[in-house]
C-alpha cells in the first residue's frame, strides 16, 4: 500500500464554517502540492529551530537534515535527563535521552557508516527529557529527527512491524471506519480469538482492551446540532445574557483531534457548551489526526501529510482572527511545539502561536477561577488527577487541580508526576507492553491512595492507560467545568 | 485579561522557591512560573552559605560576613536576613546544623572536605569532625565514587578518624552506566535480587551482605547518595541495622539525589502554603514602563500574559539561563536589567583556571532592597526584586555560598514584595 491509497481511506471531512460569513469554504483546502503522500524524500525541515541567532556553519557539506549543532553544544553531560526520563527508570537497555538527542546527533553527523541505532524506537515521546534539560537543548526534536531516519533507513517496509506502527499511527484512518459501525467495531476489535491472531502477527498486545467507538461521532452531532449558525446563535444569547457587546469578537476554531470526536464526543460537547455559555461562538474545521501518534513512530511523511491539511485549515482562520483551542494535550503540544520544530508550511508559526489548550485559553480571558470558586457541582467523586506528560511540557500540569482547589463539591488530587506509560501507541505494542505498565504502577499506586475511584486527565491515552491498571471511570476536566458552570443548561 | 496574581516569582531554583514560600506564607497569592529544571538536581543538596573568604575556610559564617565587600547579597539582606532565610529552610525540611553557626566539615565523593552550614540528615553520620573510623563503600558500577580513593583523600586532608575504602558489586546486576535513580528505587522498593549463591534476598539485605566482610570494625559506613529516592531514611535505616553500624550518604556529583529529593520538598512546601506552580514555560517578555504591568509567557508559541502587583526575578546565573552572553556582552533577558562588566571581553577572565574570574560576577546590580538597577543607581523598575544566582557580587564557586545566598536573597524578596501588597 502506498501513501496514496491509505490517504483514500480517509473520509472526505467538509470544511465547517460554510454558514459562517466569515469563513470561506474553500478555507484549508487539501491540496496536495508538493509531496503529499508518495514522496517521502520531501522531508527536509528548512530552518534549524534551536538558538535563534545562530548562523550556522556548514561543518557537513550536502547535508539535508537541519543542522541542531548549537542545541548539541549546549549539552554539558549533567543527566539530569536521563533522570527524568521513564523508559530509562525502568528498562536497563534503554541508553537514555542524553545518547538518543545530543551524543547520538553528533555520532550521526560525524561517522559517515553510522545508522541511528534501534533503541530510537524505545523512546516514547513523552518529551520529558526536554522539559528537564536546564540548558534548553531540543532533546525531542532530535529524537523525532532520528526516529523518522531510523524508520526511513533501518525499517524494512516488509515487516510486520513497520505496518503495526504505521496502523497504530493512523489511527483515525481505522477509526473513521469503525465508526461506520460502532457497534460491530466495538465487538469485533474486543473479540478474543480475533485478539489472539492480532497479537501474533502485527504485535498488538491483547492484554487491553481497545476503546470503545461512540454511536454517533462529535461531528456528527455538531452537524445535527446546526454547526456553525447554531453555535453562533447559542454564543450571542449568552453574551446578552452576560451582558457583554452582542457583536463581541469571541470566535475560536476548536481542534477536536481523533479521539474526541470517535471515542469520546461527550468531552468535546462539554467543551462546545462551556465555550458558548462564556460567549464564544465555535467553528469546527476540517482536520486530520494533529500527528502525535506519528511522530513517535517516526513516521514523519504521515504526519506531514495530516500536519499540511491542518495548518492549512487553521492558518486561514487565524487570519480571520479565529483561535484555535484543543481539548487534548498532545495534540495543542503538536501543534504549538512539534509542527515549527519539524515543518514550515505557510502559517505554521502563526498557528501555533494562536493555539491553546481549551481551560488555559479561558483562563487567559475570563475569570475562570472566580466563577468556579462561585459554583459547586454534583455528580463527581473525589478526583485522583493526574498530569500528561505533554500537559507538563506546556505549563499546564497543575491548572485542573488550581482551578478545582475552590470549587464546591468536588476534591481533586494531584496523584504526582510519575509518565503514566502509555504515550499513546506505546503501551500498545507487544514488546513495550510491559515497559508501560512498569512506568504506570507508580500513578496506578497514587492512584488507589487517594481518596475516591474516579480519575481525571486530558489526555486520552493516559486516561486509557488509568482506566486499564484501576478499573476506575476517568472524566476530563472540561466535563467538571461543564457540570459546574452550564447546568442544565446542557441540553442545548 | 491575564492570568493574575499578587506576586509573580519567575524560576523555580532555590531562590524562586524561597521567594514563593516566604510570601505564601505571608498571606500573598503567589505563583511560581519556571522554565526548566533547576540546577538544584545537578547541586550536592548541602547548604553552602559561606565556606571560603579568600581562599581561607570559614569556620563560622556569620563572623566572617562584615568582611565580604558591599555590594555581596549578604551585606545587602544582613546578617538576621540570612539566619531567617535558615529558620525557614530549616523549619520546611528535616535537614540538619542548625543546632550551631559553626560549618559542619562534610566528606564529599572526590574525597575533600566541604565546609557547610547546612546538610542532609542522611550525610549527618559521615561529618568529618566525628571520630569514629569510616569505612567509605563504592559499586563497581559506579565510577564517579572510587572509595578507596576517597578514603585516602579524606584521610590525607587531616581528619580526626581512620578512613577506608572497599568496592563492591551492587546487587542486581545493574549496567555500568544505570541511571543513579535505578539504585535509588531498587533499594526503596527493597525488590528480591539475585545473590551471588544464587540465593534471592531483598535488595538492602543483600548490599549489607556483600558490604559486611569489608566491615572490620568500623563504626560507620559511607555509600555513595544514592540510597534510596522515596524511603532514604528506611533505606539508611535497614543498612545500618543490617551492618551493626552508622549509615550515611556521601554527596555526589549531578544528577544529585539529595538535591532531587530537597527540589521534591520544598515543592511540596510551596503547595502547603498554597501557592500555585508552572513549569515548562519560559518569561519571555514584560510591559510596563516604572512599573512592570504584566508578563508574557511563552507556552509553545503562544505568548501568555501574567500579570501581578510585585514580581521576583529568580532566573539563575549563566548555568540557569538568567544571565546570557555571547560574544557581544552580558544581558539578563526577561527584563533586560543591567549587568555590569568590563567593556573588554578579555577582562572576563583571569588566565588561571581558578582565577578570580570577572565572569563568576556577573549578574544584576540590587539596590538595598533588592530591585535591580540601572546605570544610576536607580531602580530599573519598582515592583520587580532579583534573587539567587542572577544577582551579581558573589563568586558562589569560591566562596561556597550557591545556596545560602539563593536562600537567603530569596525569601528577603518574597518578605518585600509581600511587604508592598
Ligand atoms: C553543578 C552545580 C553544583 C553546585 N553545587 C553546590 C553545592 O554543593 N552547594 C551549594 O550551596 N550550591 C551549589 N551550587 C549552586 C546552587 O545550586 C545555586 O547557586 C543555586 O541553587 C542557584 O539557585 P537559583 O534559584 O538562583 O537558580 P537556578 O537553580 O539556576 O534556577 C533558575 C530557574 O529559573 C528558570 N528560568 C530561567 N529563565 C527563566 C525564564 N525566562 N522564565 C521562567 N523561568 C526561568 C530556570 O529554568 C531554573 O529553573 C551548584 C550549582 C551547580 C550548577
Ligand atoms: S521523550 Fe521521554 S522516553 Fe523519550 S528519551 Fe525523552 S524522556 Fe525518555
Ligand atoms: S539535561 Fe541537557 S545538558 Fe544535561 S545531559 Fe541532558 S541534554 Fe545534556
Redesign the pocket.
Known amino acids: 500500500m502506498s501513501d496514496e491509497e491509505s490517504n483514500d481511506t480517509t473520509e472526505p471531512l467538509a470544511q465547517d464554517g460554510a454558514d459562517d460569513p466569515d469563513v470561506e469554504t474553500d478555507g484549508g483546502a487539501v491540496d496536495p502540492g508538493d509531496g503529499v503522500g508518495g514522496d517521502d524524500a520531501g522531508f527536509a525541515p528548512e530552518e534549524p529551530t534551536a538558538g535563534e541567532d545562530f548562523e550556522p556553519v556548514q561543518v557537513f557539506p550536502d547535508d539535508e537534515t537541519m543542522d541542531l549543532r548549537p542545541g548539541a553544544d549546549d549539552c554539558y553531560k ?1 543527566s539530569t535527563c536521563d533522570v527524568n526520563c521513564p523508559v530509562a527508570e525502568v528498562d536497563d537497555d534503554f541508553p537514555g535521552p542524553k545518547f538518543q538527542g545530543p551524543e547520538q546527533w553528533r555520532l550521526k553527523q560525524s561517522d559517515e557508516e553510522y545508522t541511528v541505532d534501534e533503541s530510537i524506537t524505545s523512546c516514547s515521546n513523552c518529551m520529558r527529557c526536554d522539559d528537564a534539560c ?1 540548558s534548553g537543548v531540543p532533546l525531542s526534536q532530535m529524537h523525532n529527527e532520528a526516529r523518522g531516519e531510523y524508520v526511513d533507513e533501518e525499517m524494512s517496509l516488509l515487516s510486520a512491524k513497520y505496518w503495526r506502527n504505521r496502523i497504530l499511527a493512523n489511527y483515525r484512518i481505522s477509526a473513521s471506519i469503525a465508526s461506520l459501525a460502532p457497534g460491530l467495531a466495538n465487538a469485533a476489535m474486543n473479540f478474543g480469538p480475533a485478539r489472539w491472531v492480532v497479537e501474533k502477527t502485527l504485535g498488538v498486545t491483547s492484554e487491553r482492551e481497545f476503546p470503545a467507538f461512540a454511536e454517533q461521532t462529535f461531528r456528527e452531532w455538531w452537524t445535527a446540532r446546526g454547526g456553525a449558525a447554531a453555535s453562533r446563535e447559542n454564543a450571542r444569547e449568552a453574551r446578552e445574557r452576560r451582558g457583554e457587546p452582542i457583536d463581541a469578537d469571541k470566535r475560536v476554531a476548536y481542534f477536536h483531534g481523533c479521539y474526541a470526536n470517535y471515542n469520546t464526543p461527550e468531552v468535546a460537547k462539554a467543551l462546545v457548551r462551556v465555550y458558548e455559555h462564556f460567549g464564544y461562538e465555535l467553528v469546527v474545521p476540517e482536520q486530520r489526526c494533529s500527528g502525535t501518534p506519528m511522530f513517535a513512530n517516526g513516521m514523519l511523511s504521515d504526519a506531514r501529510r495530516d500536519a499540511e491539511v491542518n495548518v492549512s485549515s487553521l492558518a486561514d482562520l487565524v487570519d480571520r482572527g479565529y483561535d484555535a483551542v484543543c481539548s487534548c494535550t498532545s495534540c495543542s503540544m503538536a501543534i504549538r511545539q512539534e509542527y515549527p520544530e519539524l515543518f514550515s508550511f505557510e502559517g505554521t508559526g502563526e498557528v501555533a502561536g494562536s493555539t491553546f489548550e481549551a481551560l488555559e485559553y479561558l483562563r487567559i480571558h475570563e475569570d475562570l477561577r472566580g466563577d468556579l470558586a462561585d459554583a459547586s457541582v454534583e455528580g463527581f467523586d473525589d478526583l485522583a488527577y493526574h498530569a500528561p506528560c505533554h500537559a507538563r511540557n506546556q505549563g499546564l500540569s497543575r491548572q485542573a487541580v488550581e482551578l478545582f482547589r475552590e470549587l464546591d463539591g468536588v476534591t481533586v488530587e494531584d496523584v504526582g508526576d510519575s509518565c503514566s506509560g502509555i504515550s499513546g501507541t506505546y503501551g500498545w505494542k507487544e514488546e513495550k507492553y510491559g515497559v508501560s505498565m512498569e512506568i504506570g504502577e507508580e500513578m496506578f499506586e497514587h492512584m488507589e491512595s487517594a481518596a475516591g475511584e474516579t480519575g481525571l486527565t486530558e489526555c486520552p491515552t493516559c486516561s486509557m492507560q488509568m482506566e486499564h491498571g484501576t478499573g476506575y471511570e476517568i472524566r476530563h476536566p472540561l466535563e467538571v467545568v461543564e457540570e459546574a458552570l452550564v447546568g442544565d443548561r446542557a441540553g442545548a | 485579561m491575564a492570568i493574575e496574581s499578587d506576586v509573580l516569582v ?9 521567594a514563593a514560600i516566604a510570601a505564601a506564607r505571608e498571606g500573598a497569592h503567589v505563583r511560581l ?8 538536581k ?8 559561606l565556606g571560603y573568604v579568600d581562599g581561607e575556610p570559614v569556620a563560622d559564617p556569620f563572623e566572617r560576613m562584615a568582611d565580604l565587600p558591599d555590594d555581596h547579597p549578604y551585606r545587602i539582606v544582613g546578617e538576621s536576613g540570612v539566619r531567617e532565610a535558615l529558620a525557614l529552610f530549616d523549619e520546611v525540611t528535616d535537614y540538619r546544623g542548625g543546632h550551631t553557626d559553626r560549618n559542619a566539615l562534610v566528606p564529599t565523593h572526590g574525597g575533600t572536605v ?1 565546609p ?1 552550614a547546612r546538610y542532609p540528615a542522611s550525610a549527618a553520620p559521615g561529618l568529618a569532625s566525628d571520630d569514629r573510623d569510616a569505612l567509605l563503600v563504592g559499586f563497581e558500577t559506579l565510577v564517579d565514587f572510587d572509595a578507596p580513593l576517597a578514603a585516602d583523600h579524606i584521610e590525607a586532608a587531616g581528619v580526626p578518624f581512620a578512613a577506608d575504602g572497599a568496592t563492591v558489586r551492587f546487587p542486581g546486576d545493574l549496567r555500568a552506566d544505570a541511571k543513579v535513580t535505578r539504585y535509588a528505587h531498587l533499594l526503596d522498593e527493597d525488590r528480591a535480587v539475585e545473590t551471588d549463591g544464587g540465593r534471592r534476598l531483598p535488595a538492602r539485605e543483600a548490599l549489607a551482605e556483600r558490604v559486611r566482610p569489608h566491615l572490620d570494625g568500623h563504626e560507620r559506613v559511607g555509600f555513595p547518595a544514592v540510597l534510596g529516592d522515596d524511603d532514604p531514611a528506611g533505606v539508611r535505616a535497614a543498612l545500618s541495622k543490617g551492618l551493626g553500624a552508622d549509615v550515611f550518604e556521601v ?1 555526589m ?2 544528577p ?1 539525589l539529595p ?1 532531587l529529593r530537597l527540589a521534591d520538598r520544598l515543592y511540596e512546601a510551596l503547595d502547603e502554603a498554597g501557592a500555585s506552580v508552572e ?1 515548562g ?4 517578555d514584560y510591559e510596563g514602563e516604572e512599573r512592570v504591568e504584566r508578563v508574557l ?1 511563552d507556552r509553545k508559541g503562544a505568548e501568555v500574559p501574567y500579570a501581578a502587583d510585585q514580581y521576583v526575578l ?4 549563566l ?4 544571565v546570557e552572553s555571547d560574544r557581544e556582552g552580558v544581558r539578563e ?2 527584563f533586560d536589567c543591567r549587568v555590569p562588566q568590563p567593556a573588554d571581553r578579555y577582562d572576563w577572565f583571569e588566565d588561571a583556571v581558578f582565577g578570580d574570574h570577572a565572569f563568576a560576577r556577573f549578574g544584576v546590580d540590587p539596590d538595598g532592597e533588592l530591585r535591580p538597577t540601572d546605570e544610576r543607581g536607580d531602580p530599573e523598575f519598582e515592583n520587580v526584586r532579583a ?5 551579581g557580587g558573589h563568586d ?2 569560591a566562596e ?7 536562600l537567603a536573597t ?1 525569601r528577603a524578596a518574597g518578605v518585600l514584595a509581600t511587604e508592598e501588597l
Open positions: 549533567c536546564p | 519567575i524560576g523555580g531554583g532555590l531562590a524562586g522557591l524561597s512560573v519556571s522554565y526548566k529544571q533547576s540546577t538544584l545537578q547541586a550536592s543538596g548541602l547548604v553552602d552559605v566541604k557547610t554527596p556529583g549531578p544529585s538535591g513549569t514555560v519560559p518569561v519571555v509567557v529568580a532566573t539563575g546565573g548555568v540557569g539561563k538568567g533577558p526577561v534573587a539567587g544566582s542572577v544577582l558562589f564557586p561556597k555560598s550557591g545556596a545560602g545566598v539563593s530569596g
